[in-house]
């Protein structure tokens, strides 16, 4: 294990990093790779930043083993920021997914695969991100934020595939608004809440087509616009407006 109360800083300036010993109770902690990082075990500051960031080669997050049983996130900043920044895709296997309980930022320039927001905290109480932003500029094949207070999610050349619970402000892009740059760019989205919520304040612009294939519902506002495809929903519920332009 590593152990400091310190910064911690990890870099490779033109191969890879693979971790494989516990990283927990640090002060800020910054591993960077020249090509692809693979984290193997869990990466837990105490209240401080975490920043991964990788070339071409990707982030990897494999699945780890919740040895103190707490059932939060392994790669986790605590009360603070959590950023990957991948020069190519990013890949989080984990079933306890990532967490903090301030912003936590995926950005990429390949795909985001696959990936989920966890726990922060689960004793006193359930802690997670306040923002979840994510950008990934080859599409986003699956993600799952679950309960966080914000989403903004884009692509500028791909899809994006989205559940999400009740966020308390929605936004979804791809391609670039105004523009038929990315006719095949689609959204699809949908809810992991009880009641199927998706929240009071949306707005999806899509490129292609958005797709909604179940039932949804928001307290509040939604608007989706498909620039180059057409909007496909299930059955809703929309206690405020309901705009949709194709």
Do not use: H, K, W
Not at 52 to 64: E, K, M, P
Not at 71 to 98: E, F, H, K, Q, Y
Request: with cysteine; hydrophobic share 35%.
């Amino acid at each position: 294990p590593v152990l400091t109360t310190g910064t911690l800083t990890i870099v490779s300036t033109d191969g890879d990093v693979t971790t494989s010993a516990p990283i927990v109770g640090t002060g800020e902690v910054i591993i960077s790779a020249g090509d692809e990082l693979v984290v193997n075990r869990e990466i837990r500051s105490a209240d401080a930043d975490v920043s991964l960031y990788s070339g071409a080669g990707g982030i990897t997050i494999n699945q780890i083993t919740d040895y103190d049983g707490t059932l939060t996130s392994s790669v986790n900043a605590g009360n603070a920021d959590l950023t990957l920044s991948s020069g190519g895709d990013v890949t989080i296997l984990d079933n306890r997914g990532i967490s903090s309980q301030q912003t936590v930022t995926i950005d990429a320039r390949g795909t985001l695969i696959s990936g989920s927001i966890g726990n922060a905290t689960t004793t006193p109480t359930e802690t997670r991100p306040q923002v979840v932003n994510l950008n990934a500029d080859g599409g986003i094949d699956q993600f799952s934020t679950g309960l966080v207070g914000e989403v903004n999610a884009s692509s500028s050349g791909g899809s994006i595939n989205l559940t999400v619970n009740n966020p308390g402000r929605l936004r979804i892009v791809t391609g670039t608004p105004g523009t038929t740059d990315c006719p095949t760019c689609n959204i699809t989205l949908t809810s992991s809440a009880y009641d199927q919520s998706i929240g009071p304040d949306v707005i999806m612009n899509a490129g292609g087509s958005i797709n909604m294939p179940n039932f949804f519902r928001s307290r509040g506002d939604v608007t989706m616009i498909a620039r180059s495809g057409d909007v496909t929903i299930n059955t809703a519920i929309v206690s405020g407006s309901l705009v949709m332009a194709a």
